[in-house]
């Protein structure tokens, strides 16, 4: 039986906090957006030698955080369930196709209960892991507020020893957490695009995926790799679109075994 933990002390207030981090999640991903087209930006731990942390065990994909909605003509967002559910099982079946090919070992993929509210350990963990994710990229990257003086331009953060308990519940020595959002013009939207372009010589916008991923190391709760990816063209309804956007959010995760080759 999970008891509380560090983890739930901390996180407590996490799902109050993380929709004000959302909000600055989609700023970054908009000045991102603006500076250029589809980009990830990796950071991650490095080893003795200045290269990415290899990993030393296996990972296990946590559930991931996903909505899929589509873009009205007006310009506002409506969720779209059956987009959605397709999309949670085909990411992580193309996360697991990544990996995979990296030489790295993994577990089978953890669902939370259906009944694990905001004070269940367990989801406050998910909750933690976004809410460190955002500070990353507040204070990480070169789009946010700068960098933090504590960490003297380290890529150190954590999320506490209490992500043992994901540990002991899935044998993993580590997880992957996934947030994403990807939003789809509809055809309304899409012909005020064109008319806009004709009439205005400027677009007004359309659809836009934004993930965020971070691999947390079970044993420690030291974030070890993290990424931000943003895409005006990925496409998380079919397989196809989920292998290309799994590829680019995992992108510079590498295993200590030898890499399967490329199919």
Known sequence: MLSQTPVAASSRNAFARLRGSLCLLFLLALMTTISGCASTTVRSVQDGSGRPLGLHGSVVLVEPDIELSEVMAGG???????????????????????????????????????????????????????AVSMSILQYSRSTGTGPLRNKHGRFDWSLGPGVAVLR???????????????????????????????????????????????????????????????DQAGDLRNLAGARETATDLLKGIRGDAPAEPAR
């Open 168 to 230: 002991e519940a899935t044998g993993a020595d580590y997880a992957l957490f996934t947030y994403v959002r990807d939003s789809y013009a509809s055809g309304g939207r899409t012909a005020m695009r064109v008319a806009g372009m004709i009439l205005l010589g400027g677009d007004i916008g359309g659809g836009m995926q934004v993930g965020v991923a971070s691999l947390v190391d079970l044993r420690t709760g030291q974030v070890v790799w993290h990424n931000l990816l943003v």
């Open 76 to 130: 506002m967002t409506e969720p779209r369930r059956e987009w959605t559910s397709a999309a949670r099982l085909l990411l992580p079946q193309a996360a697991r196709e990544v990996l995979a090919r990296q030489g790295i070992g993994m577990q089978p993929d953890y669902l939370l209960p259906a009944d694990a509210g905001p004070d269940d350990p367990r989801r406050q963990i998910t909750l933690l892991s976004q």
